[in-house]
C-alpha cells in the first residue's frame, strides 16, 4: 500500500500553500461515493478504456491539470529521480466510460507518491463537470472491476487529497 509519508507530505503541504504552480495541488471533493455515482455505476454500460488519447481533452485536463498522463502500462516517471524528462509524473491505471461519465484510477510519481480515482460528466457540446473526486486512495484498484466491487461493499476512499496529477 502507497501512502504518504509525513517528511513528503510536509513538504508538499508548505510547497501547496506556497502557492507554487509547478507542483500539482488541489483539495479533493469527496471521500465516499455519492449516491449519483453508485447507480451510475450500477447502471452498467461502462466500457473499460485503452489509452488517455480516446478522452476528450478537456475531460482529460481536469483530472490531469498538469500535463497528460502515461497510459495504462506505459512508461512514465514515479519518482523525483527522472530518467528521462520527456515522460510525463502521472499515469492512468485503467479508465472506463458509458459515453457521458469519465472515471479514471490515476497514480502520480514523486516524493507523494499516490493513487485515486475521480469522475467526470460531459455531455455532447458542454463543459466537463467533476461528478466526484476521491481523492488518494487507501489502496491501489488495479481494474474497474475491483473498483467497483471495492465501492460495493466499502463505498468511501482515505482523506481527501492533498494534490491533483
Not at 60 to 85: R, Y
Not at 115 to 122: A, E, L, Q, Y
Not at 135 to 146: I, R, Y
Amino acid at each position: 500500500m502507497n501512502q504518504l509519508r509525513p517528511a513528503g507530505f510536509l513538504f508538499w503541504l508548505c510547497i501547496c500553500l506556497a502557492g507554487s504552480t509547478w507542483i500539482p495541488c488541489a483539495i479533493a471533493g469527496l471521500t465516499s461515493a455519492p449516491a449519483e455515482v453508485s447507480s451510475i455505476l450500477e447502471s452498467g454500460g461502462f466500457r473499460g478504456l485503452h489509452s488517455a488519447k480516446e478522452v476528450p481533452a478537456d475531460v482529460l485536463k481536469i483530472c490531469f491539470p498538469n500535463g497528460a498522463p502515461a497510459d495504462p502500462g506505459k512508461p512514465w516517471n514515479p519518482t523525483d529521480v527522472v530518467q528521462d524528462a520527456s515522460l510525463p509524473f502521472s499515469r492512468v491505471i485503467w479508465l472506463a466510460t458509458d459515453g457521458t461519465h469519465w472515471l479514471f484510477a490515476w497514480e502520480h510519481g514523486g516524493i507523494a507518491f499516490s493513487t485515486g480515482f475521480m469522475m467526470v460528466s460531459k455531455m455532447e457540446g458542454t463543459l466537463p463537470t467533476v461528478i466526484w473526486d476521491a481523492g488518494v486512495a487507501e489502496k491501489p484498484l488495479n481494474t474497474f472491476q475491483e473498483f467497483q466491487e471495492y465501492i460495493r461493499t466499502k463505498g468511501q476512499f482515505a482523506d481527501v487529497s492533498s494534490f491533483r496529477p
